[in-house]
């Protein structure tokens, strides 16, 4: 069982920068695939950014390339999403994801945060 809590979502202007953290519980959670995605309003949930269990892989979702980054500090049990030029259409609210198998894309995800909201204004 592992217990995901999501921090850092605020109100920022467009072309700003944000990091989002997600600190999970578990003596496991060095094993599992941790994920970012996010909704918003109307909108199907959408695949952010993942990273394997040993951080040797990262992947992205098509309309973060390049923007955001996705990384894991397994001594502090945490994943951060640093989130650079940020834009309007990045407004939602961000989830995070754990899962035991490797396979970073594809779903279901076991475990998920109750989310953090990222407001992006002109």
């Known amino acids: 069982q592992v217990h995901l809590v999501e921090a850092g979502g605020r109100l920022v202007q467009a072309g700003g920068s944000l990091r989002l953290s997600c600190a999970g519980s578990?003596?496991?959670?060095?094993?599992?695939?941790m994920g970012w995605f996010r909704q918003a309003p109307g909108k199907e949930r959408e695949f952010v950014a993942g990273?394997?269990?040993?951080?040797?892989?990262?992947y992205y979702g098509d309309a973060v390339k390049g923007r955001f980054f996705i990384s894991r500090d397994n001594a502090r049990n945490t994943v951060f999403l640093q989130m650079n030029n940020l834009k309007p259409e990045d407004t939602a609210v961000y989830y995070c994801?754990?899962?035991?198998?490797?396979?970073?894309?594809?779903?279901?995800?076991?475990?998920w945060g109750q989310g953090t909201q990222v407001t992006v204004s002109l």
């Open positions: 994801a754990a899962k035991r198998s490797v396979s970073v894309l594809s779903m279901p995800y076991d475990y």
């Open positions: 578990g003596r496991t959670f060095t094993s599992y695939t």
């Open positions: 990273i394997t269990w040993s951080a040797d892989s990262t």
